[in-house]
């Protein structure tokens, strides 16, 4: 079982890195009460995604027992966002990318973690994501873009609200790129602003991840 690491982000909260290499067959048995995510399980998706998506909720579970032995199984709200029903109080994000899945667990607050294989492709899209500032700070450094690209929907999950315009409404001040570090962001609404810390590492070669939780300054 590729389980890669659990680290403590705090007392109450654990972050999770799953190397995924087992097959749908073979993922299925990890999961607990597996008519219930029989139920919810994608159809038509081929065959890395489904993994990924099994792998993804036996990672939750791994989580949830280093935490808490509630038992719990994971559903997705309207927007997509999961959660476990028997813990209201607790935040769980969700992502994969590649042959790498990311979980992060809090039983306190809202949380949201993203992974992503860094490709031309961030930067190609910059343009609908990127502010002209964010834009110029990532200059010709395809890991940048990832970085910008993964450090938005980590804030755009911590939030969990649809709609929200990436190169106007989710801001990141300038930063210099190294292989771990925190970054300012900033979410943008008509009549509010709050900042976040978002944290991000680069410990898996050829990856970039970030996570943040529910702390806050309201501006």
């Known amino acids: 079982m590729p389980l890669h690491s659990l680290s403590p982000v705090s007392q109450t909260c654990v972050l999770g890195l799953w190397h995924l290499t087992e097959t749908v ?3 299925w048995p990890l999961l607990p009460a597996q008519a219930h995510y029989l139920a919810r399980f994608p159809d038509g998706r081929d065959e890395l995604r ?17 935490l808490n032995d509630t038992p719990a199984t994971l ?23 590649g042959e790498w899945v990311a979980a992060l667990l809090s039983t306190r607050e809202a949380v949201g973690i993203d992974i ?3 490709r031309p492709k961030a930067q190609q899209l910059a343009r609908r994501f990127l502010a002209e500032t964010e834009q110029a700070d990532a200059g ?10 993964s450090a938005k929907e980590t804030l755009y999950k ?5 709609g929200l315009v990436f190169k106007e409404q989710l801001l990141l001040t300038p930063f210099e790129l190294r292989e771990a570090g925190v970054l300012t962001g900033h979410l943008l609404f008509e009549n509010s602003r709050s900042q976040h ?23």
């Open 25 to 27: 067959p073979e993922l």
């Open 50 to 66: 489904a993994r990924q998506w099994l792998a993804g909720r036996v990672l939750a579970h791994q989580l949830l027992r280093e």
């Open 75 to 97: 559903h997705n709200n309207p927007n997509g966002r999961p959660y476990f029903p028997e813990l209201p109080a607790a935040g769980v994000s969700l992502s994969h990318s």
């Open 116 to 118: 992503e294989l860094v």
């Open 140 to 149: 010709d450094d395809a890991a940048k873009y990832c970085l910008y690209w």
């Open 158 to 162: 911590l939030h969990s609200r649809r």
């Open 197 to 219: 810390q978002i944290h991000y590492l680069r410990s898996i070669p050829g990856y970039v991840l970030t996570y943040a939780i529910g702390e806050n300054e309201s501006l």
